[in-house]
């Protein structure tokens, strides 16, 4: 797949639709809602971010105004981002939204190289880009150079046995079940080494 086949991939799904902006919410009551959906007790939000229990009670009631290092901090704890604690999700991401794709009836891309059916298509907007590949490509020269977009990028082997070409690393061959997160602004290429086509699923952030 060359590289102008998988950003029109990316296009299609964003322009389903742009995520409007949420409102800055109060730091205290968003820190208290993201620690009680993960069923944590002050203690264990504090051995989490490194904070102090008294801490972690201050900002949520509203008693103290953290420093960066200390939103930096709570961030990583709760695993997400610094402009996460000031962001609710969005009301249309909690409202309980699903979409079922059957097999084969996903929206179907064929290229040189891959063979792309992408998934959940009629979800707007989303957060990733879900699709099934089939891969054509049995060498490197196939392809037109680097395929590399924004985001970040999971692949897991459905079938098959297919090489991974990086542009940092050296290539790793992955069989049914293996499967690889990376950074999908690093050039990457995909073939099978398999005597039959190999199939993976792929998900990119569209973030």
């Known amino acids: 797949m060359g590289e102008r086949d998988e950003t029109r991939l990316i296009r299609i799904a964003r322009e389903n639709g742009a995520e409007e902006r949420a409102e800055p919410v109060d730091l205290g009551h968003r820190l208290r809602e993201l620690r009680r959906a993960r069923g944590w007790t002050l203690e264990r939000a504090a051995s989490a971010t490194g904070l102090a229990r008294s801490t972690l009670s201050k ?27 000031f ?20 929206l179907t891309h064929p290229t040189t190289t891959y063979e792309h059916e992408l998934l959940a298509a009629g979800i707007k907007p989303k957060k990733m880009l879900p699709y099934r590949a089939r891969i054509r490509a049995r060498s490197f020269e196939e392809f037109a150079g680097w395929v590399r977009h924004d985001g970040e990028e999971f692949l897991l082997v459905l079938t098959g046995i297919v090489r991974l070409f990086t542009e940092f690393h050296e290539p790793v ?35």
């Open 59 to 85: 900002i949520e009631n509203g008693q103290m105004s953290p420093t960066y290092d200390v939103l930096r901090k709570l961030a990583e704890g709760l695993e997400i981002t610094v402009p996460q604690l």
């Open 87 to 106: 962001t609710p999700p969005a009301q249309a991401d909690a409202a309980g939204r699903i979409l079922v794709t059957k097999a084969g009836e996903g």
């Open 173 to 207: 061959d992955l069989r049914r079940g293996d499967s690889a997160y990376y950074d999908a602004t690093m050039g990457h290429n995909l073939i099978s080494i398999s005597t039959e086509d190999a199939t993976v699923l792929w998900v990119t952030s569209l973030e």
